[in-house]
């Protein structure tokens, strides 16, 4: 079975600091991995994706994520965080057998120091 | 630019009401997605369909319908709604013609309070 884990609800991070946001799969098959971002009261933006090309993705807003098949890890970074980077952080896994099913990792809240 | 709709950011319903809430795409993607987003619950898929007039249920479909007569258009439906249905409701669509592999694009979202 399909699972995805973040493993970190709430991150907190100092404004120009590093950000790592983590996040583990289980797949039988090569997923499609993507990370999403919400910001308050708004619908969810995709950040980035992967989808068996380069294991190291960028996206977008300075963020990026490395695909680590050994480590069946997905995490995201951004070398120095923004206070607009504030906002929840969705790991999401979509099988590649799958129609419908889109696997949402239950949210990371970053929040930002000034 | 992708573009993804949603008829109202914030509705109130009074208990037994029927609620349209009303998704547009402008992707010509043929799948179309309803979730409703609850805190410590995550995002879980109500309704979902892959063509026109097509519709499959998702995780929680009790209490809901929809409908899709549009490419475009996909509609979710409260026959009677209740205050357990107070929620964030999502709408997203996607391309693909059957298998995954292919990310969702999200609308802004509707804040539904049933009072």
Known sequence: ???????????????????????????????????????????????????????????????????????????????????????????VVIPYSSASKIIFGSGTRLSIRP | DVKVTQSSRYLVKRTGEKVFLECVQDMDHENMFWYRQDPGLGLRLIYFSYDVKMKEKGDIPEGYSVSREKKERFSLILESASTNQTSMYLCASRAGGGTGGYEQYFGPGTRLTVT
Request: aromatic share 12%; net charge neutral; charged share 15%.
């Open chain 1, 1 to 91: 079975a399909q699972s995805v884990t973040q493993l970190d609800s709430h991150v907190s991070v100092s404004e120009g600091t590093p950000v790592l946001l983590r996040c583990n799969y289980s797949s039988s098959y090569s997923p499609s991995l993507f990370w999403y971002v919400q910001h308050p009261n708004k619908g969810l933006q995709l950040l980035l994706k992967y989808t068996s090309a380069a294991t190291l993705v960028k996206g977008i807003n300075g963020f990026e994520a490395e695909f680590k098949k050994s480590e069946t890890s997905f995490h995201l970074t951004k070398p120095s965080a923004h206070m607009s980077d504030a906002a929840e952080y969705f790991c």
